[in-house]
């Protein structure tokens, strides 16, 4: 069969697999070992290189699904975010990167480049004149983030990638709340895209696992860095990550598909004043995500009535579970001021447009009307 010719959920159960050709099981084996016989000069395979049996066989996995000719998988998706940055910015060089941001990467950015002498501006906004703006001579990489967390604002793709081009700059997306099954930027004209496989990837909330893919010359670029930061993922892991993504096709599908349903509930409902969603037909971005994403994705933020405690809310929930994490099969809530966000000042909430009251949704597979039911019955409990 031609590879070209697979079908997404085709490519999520099978490419990469590793036939067992021994005892002919449904799955790939784990090579668990770290130590491998010389089969010749050139392949010398060792975890931490990236290049056991299981690592390389579900990079290529990762590469097909995200359209890149090679793809490699790190211990968490901030090793992915710090060895992609380190690999194309040196001592004198300069980042140009998306406000809002993921907190994890600004706190990256904003503690570790001191150090190194690496130089950084933060956009103003996330139109594609702000990224103009930013950009210097020295300038190296550019780094975008749509959709954005907690707002879900959307960044024009093609218009960034373009921009970096056309300066000669390397553009490199985190990709992690669209997932490869929405959105695919490396068709759009993106050089590099990352994933916190932590979340849809993994899809289970029992992994943390990042992943990069891009040209075969850029992933080289990122290896040679990566093999001195050490922060390759142990081959259980990988394993368990070949797994989850045999379904991942499935379950992010059913996740949009629940978001935007509850968008819309959301959007009818009394007690709430304003649901973020790019799916939505008042969301300021819904024609540019509609030109860029193949659905909208499964997180949303709203905010409640002034009347109502978000707090309250979310402890009134019996279902869906208030929790940090995002992009599991169960449906989860935060207050983004109170967590994910809260390192930064009000004022830089303010800024940002994350008020004290906005609730993050990150919807699994449930039925809608479970959740549904669950969100009218904690509404009916706090409003007294
Ligand atoms: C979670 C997350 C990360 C960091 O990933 P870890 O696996 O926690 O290291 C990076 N970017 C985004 C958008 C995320 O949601």
Same mark, same amino acid.
């Given at each position: 069969?031609?590879?070209?010719?697979?079908?997404?959920?085709?490519?999520?159960?099978?490419?990469?697999?590793?036939?067992?050709?021994?005892?002919?099981?449904?799955?790939?084996?784990?090579?668990?070992?770290?130590?491998?016989?010389?089969?010749?000069?050139?392949?010398?395979?060792?975890?931490?290189?990236?290049?056991?049996?299981?690592?390389?066989?579900?990079?290529?996995?990762?590469?097909?699904?995200?359209?890149?000719?090679?793809?490699?998988?790190?211990?968490?998706?901030?090793?992915?975010?710090?060895?992609?940055?380190?690999?194309?910015?040196?001592?004198?060089?300069?980042?140009?990167?998306?406000?809002?941001?993921?907190?994890?990467?600004?706190?990256?950015?904003?503690?570790?480049?001191?150090?190194?002498?690496?130089?950084?501006?933060?956009?103003?906004?996330?139109?594609?004149?702000?990224?103009?703006?930013?950009?210097?001579?020295?300038?190296?990489?550019?780094?975008?983030?749509?959709?954005?967390?907690?707002?879900?604002?959307?960044?024009?793709?093609? /218009?960034?990638? +373009?921009?970096?081009?056309? $300066? !000669?700059?390397? #553009? *490199?997306?985190?990709?992690?709340?669209?997932?490869? =099954?929405?959105?695919?930027?490396?068709?759009?004209?993106?050089?590099?895209?990352?994933?916190?496989?932590?979340?849809?990837?993994?899809?289970?909330?029992?992994?943390?696992?990042?992943?990069?893919?891009?040209?075969?010359?850029?992933?080289?670029?990122?290896?040679?860095?990566?093999?001195?930061?050490?922060?390759?993922?142990?081959?259980?892991?990988?394993?368990?990550?070949?797994?989850?993504?045999?379904?991942?096709?499935?379950?992010?599908?059913?996740?949009?598909?629940?978001?935007?349903?509850?968008?819309?509930?959301?959007?009818?409902?009394?007690?709430?004043?304003?649901?973020?969603?790019?799916?939505?037909?008042?969301?300021?971005?819904?024609?540019?995500?509609?030109?860029?994403?193949?659905?909208?994705? /499964?997180?949303? +933020?709203?905010?409640?009535? $002034? !009347?109502?405690? #978000? *707090?309250?809310?979310?402890?009134?929930?019996?279902? =869906?579970?208030?929790?940090?994490?995002?992009?599991?099969?169960?449906?989860?809530?935060?207050?983004?001021?109170?967590?994910?966000?809260?390192?930064?000042?009000?004022?830089?909430?303010?800024?940002?447009?994350?008020?004290?009251?906005?609730?993050?949704?990150?919807?699994?597979?449930?039925?809608?009307?479970?959740?549904?039911?669950?969100?009218?019955?904690?509404?009916?409990?706090?409003?007294?």
């Amino acid at each position: 069969m031609s590879k070209g010719k697979l079908g997404l959920n085709t490519i999520c159960t099978h490419t990469g697999e590793i036939k067992d050709e021994q005892f002919k099981g449904a799955v790939s084996p784990i090579y668990m070992s770290t130590s491998y016989q010389f089969e010749d000069v050139e392949v010398k395979r060792y975890p931490r290189y990236y290049n056991t049996p299981n690592q390389e066989y579900l990079s290529k996995k990762i590469a097909a699904l995200e359209h890149a000719e090679s793809a490699l998988i790190f211990g968490s998706g901030m090793a992915a975010v710090s060895t992609t940055f380190l690999a194309f910015l040196k001592s004198g060089d300069h980042l140009v990167i998306q406000n809002p941001l993921y907190g994890g990467t600004s706190n990256f950015i904003r503690k570790e480049f001191p150090k190194y002498g690496i130089e950084y501006t933060f956009t103003d906004g996330y139109q594609v004149s702000d990224f103009e703006k930013a950009i210097q001579s020295n300038t190296k990489l550019i780094h975008l983030e749509t959709p954005s967390n907690p707002l879900l604002t959307i960044t024009d793709i093609r /218009a960034v990638a +373009s921009l970096a081009k056309s $300066n !000669n700059i390397v #553009a *490199s997306i985190d990709n992690t709340f669209a997932s490869p =099954i929405l959105q695919n930027p490396i068709d759009l004209g993106i050089d590099i895209v990352i994933h916190s496989a932590t979340k849809y990837l993994g899809g289970h909330s029992d992994i943390l696992a990042g992943a990069v893919a891009a040209s075969k010359e850029h992933i080289h670029q990122i290896w040679e860095v990566g093999i001195n930061l050490g922060g390759s993922l142990s081959d259980f892991m990988v394993w368990m990550l070949e797994r989850s993504m045999k379904t991942l096709g499935l379950r992010v599908k059913a996740q949009s598909k629940n978001a935007k349903k509850l968008a819309k509930f959301l959007q009818n409902h009394p007690d709430v004043e304003h649901v973020y969603y790019p799916g939505l037909k008042d969301h300021p971005e819904h024609e540019l995500a509609k030109s860029q994403m193949k659905s909208y994705g /499964a997180m949303l +933020s709203f905010e409640l009535n $002034n !009347n109502l405690n #978000a *707090s309250e809310f979310l402890n009134s929930l019996e279902l =869906i579970k208030p929790s940090m994490s995002l992009a599991g099969v169960e449906s989860t809530m935060l207050l983004p001021a109170l967590t994910s966000h809260a390192l930064l000042s009000q004022e830089e909430r303010d800024k940002l447009g994350i008020s004290n009251g906005l609730i993050r949704f990150s919807l699994g597979i449930e039925s809608k009307k479970d959740l549904i039911k669950d969100i009218e019955q904690a509404l009916n409990k706090i409003r007294h």
